[in-house]
C-alpha cells in the first residue's frame, strides 16, 4: 500500500498498474524485487508453492500459502486478464483457483495426497468501499471491518482424500481453530501452560460429532462487539466497516437467528431474553479467561 | 389468500393456521376440500405426481406439478416441521425438495427416467415485507414484485439423464422458453401463425452453442421498466416491489454490468452510452413486434 504514483485516491485502484505501489517482494528478510511485478505475484507465488512441494515431499511439511491477492489493488497475469465474467476481481479469483489446483494435482503426481492435509480458506468479507473491486459477501451484511456476518464469516474447504468423506457441514469454526486441529491430525500435543482458545475440529472433519465450538467472540480492536452462540448472535455495539460512522452501544443487545435470518436483518432480542442473559454469561466467563497483554503495537507507532 | 379468522394483517402469516384462510382444493373444475388442509398439500401434490406418472409410464406424458408452496402463509407437514436450520420457510422447502426426490426416484424405478426430460424452476424472487416466511435473493437486489434481478432472476434445473450432461451454465432463458423447448424436445413444431416470443433453449442444454436468448424485457404491468441484453441491463423506470412508493423514471437509463455487478449497486451509464443505444434500439425493435391486446383482466374486474 506504499503509494509512490498514478491517480490520486481510490481512482489509482480503479485500473491499477504495478508502477502505482513501491511494494517490496521478499525472500525471508530479504527485498528480492522492488516495486514487485504484482500482475505475476499470484503466479509466482503459486509456482513457489509447487516447487516447495516436490522438495519436501519425502518428509513431514507444513505450508502456508498467503496469497497477497484478491486484496485490492487488484493484479492478474497476462494468461488471466479478461476471461471472467467477473471482471478483474473473477480474473483475480480463477488466477488463485487455478493456482489451488496446480498444487492440488502436484500432490497427486508426487503420490502423496492421500497423506496431506489441505485447508483453504480467507480472512475476512469484502472491502465494500472498493466496490466490484471488494468481493461480495453474498446475502451476508455488510463487509470487511465490521462484526456483521459479511465482515468475518468465511467458508473454509478442508480436503485430506482418504480420510475426509466429501461433503457439505455447516457448524462452527474459527481460523485459530486450525492451530489445534492441525497439531492434533500431526499426532502432537497443544500447550498446556497456557490458554490456547483454539479447539479441535477433528470431529466435524471426520463427520463424528459435532464442533466443539459453539461460541465465537466478534472483536473489534480490544473490544467485544457481538457474540454467536449456535445458532443467536447478539450484536452489543455495531458500526459499518469504513462508513465513517461511530460504535453504536445497545442495550439489550440486537439479536439474530442466523439459521433463520443469515443476513441479520430481523431483530429478535424481545423475544428472547433468555437467550441474551446465556450470552451475556458466555462473555463473562470468557472475560475471566482473559489476561490483558501489553498492547505491542501501540509501543511500535509510539517509538516512530 | 380467502382470509376468514385468526389475527388480523401480516400477523397471521408468523404462525399460520389452516383454518385462517377459506382457500379451496380443486379437482379439475370441482371444490373437493374446503377450506383445504394446507398443511398436507405439498405432500399430497407430490403423491398425486408420482401416481400420475406410474399411471402414464407407458405412454408419452406432460405433467406440469405447480406447488402453491412456499408462498405465504407457509405449511409444511409433521414429518417436516422444525426439521431445519432455516425455521418454518427452510422446512417448507425440505419438503419440496423431498418430493422432487421421490418424483426423481419415481422415474428411475419405472425405468423412463432416460426418455424423460424434467424441469425445475421458480416464478419470482422473495416476498420481501413477509422477512424470514419470505425467502431470499441472495446477493440480488429487491426482491418479488419489482425488476430489479431479486424480483425476477430465477435459476432453473433441467435434467434427462443420459442426453443433458451434468454441468452449470450461465447463459440466458426465459420461462416463456420452455415451450418453445419443450416442443422441440418432443418433435413438434411451434405455430408460425402468430409471433411466439419463446426460443429454442436445446443449444443451452446440450453443450452446442450459446443462448439465442440475449435479450430480457423486464415488465411491470404493461409497461417496460428494464431490459437486460447480455451482461448489460438498463432501467428506464424503478419501483420497489411492495415499499409503496411510486415509479421513478430515469433519463438516461440507470446501466448496470450484471457479470461485474451482479447486485446492480453501480451504475456506469456515463461510460457506455453506446450500450444504451444499442438496448434502447432493441426496445424499438420488441415493440414494432406487438400488436395491444385486449385486457381481459380489467374487464372481469369491471364485471363485477
Known amino acids: 500500500m506504499d503509494r509512490v504514483g498514478g491517480p490520486r485516491g481510490r481512482e489509482a485502484f480503479w485500473d491499477p498498474k504495478a508502477e502505482y505501489w513501491n511494494v517490496p517482494l521478499m525472500r525471508d528478510t530479504e ?11 499470484t503466479k509466482r507465488y503459486n509456482e513457489e508453492a509447487v516447487r516447495f512441494i516436490k522438495a519436501r515431499k519425502d518428509e513431514p511439511f507444513f505450508l502456508y500459502l498467503a496469497h497477497n491477492l484478491p486484496h485490492v489493488p487488484l493484479f492478474c497475469s497476462d494468461d488471466f486478464r479478461s476471461t471472467s465474467a467477473r471482471g478483474l476481481f473473477g480474473d ?3 488466477e488463485i483457483d487455478a493456482g489451488v489446483g496446480r498444487i492440488l ?3 497427486e503426481q508426487e503420490g502423496i495426497a492421500e497423506n496431506t ?6 480472512d475476512n ?6 466496490k466490484t473491486h471488494g468481493g461480495s459477501a453474498g446475502l451476508l451484511r455488510e463487509g470487511k471491518g465490521c462484526t456483521y456476518e459479511g465482515g468475518m464469516r468465511e467458508p473454509t474447504i478442508m480436503r485430506w482424500p482418504g ?8 457448524e462452527l469454526g474459527a481460523t485459530m481453530d486450525l492451530y489445534t ?3 492434533k ?3 502432537g500435543h497443544v500447550p498446556t501452560d497456557r490458554v490456547v482458545d483454539g479447539v479441535d475440529l477433528r470431529h466435524v472433519l471426520f463427520g463424528t460429532g459435532p464442533s466443539p465450538r459453539q461460541t465465537v467472540f466478534y472483536y473489534r480492536g480490544t473490544r467485544i462487539f457481538a457474540v454467536r452462540k449456535g445458532p443467536y448472535k447478539a450484536h452489543f455495539i455495531t458500526q459499518t466497516g469504513y462508513g465513517g460512522d461511530k460504535p453504536v452501544p445497545h442495550d439489550p443487545p440486537l439479536l439474530y437467528h442466523l439459521g433463520h435470518d443469515p443476513s441479520e436483518k430481523f431483530n429478535i432480542a424481545q423475544d428472547h431474553p433468555d437467550v441474551i442473559a446465556d450470552i451475556t454469561k458466555e462473555v463473562e466467563k470468557h472475560q475471566r479467561t482473559l489476561t490483558p497483554a501489553e498492547d505491542q503495537l501501540a509501543k511500535r507507532i509510539e517509538k516512530k
Chains 1, 2 share one sequence.
Request: charge should be neutral.
Open 185 to 187: 491430525l500431526a499426532g
Open 31 to 41: 527485498i528480492v524485487e522492488r516495486p514487485a511485478n504484482q500482475n505475476t505475484i
Open 163 to 170: 480420510t475426509i468423506k466429501p461433503g457439505v457441514v455447516h
Open 105 to 107: 494435482q502436484t500432490l
Open 117 to 122: 492435509f489441505v485447508a483453504f480458506t480467507s
Open 125 to 130: 468479507g469484502p472491502w465494500l468501499p472498493f
Open 92 to 94: 483475480v479469483v480463477e
Open 181 to 183: 486441529t492441525v497439531v
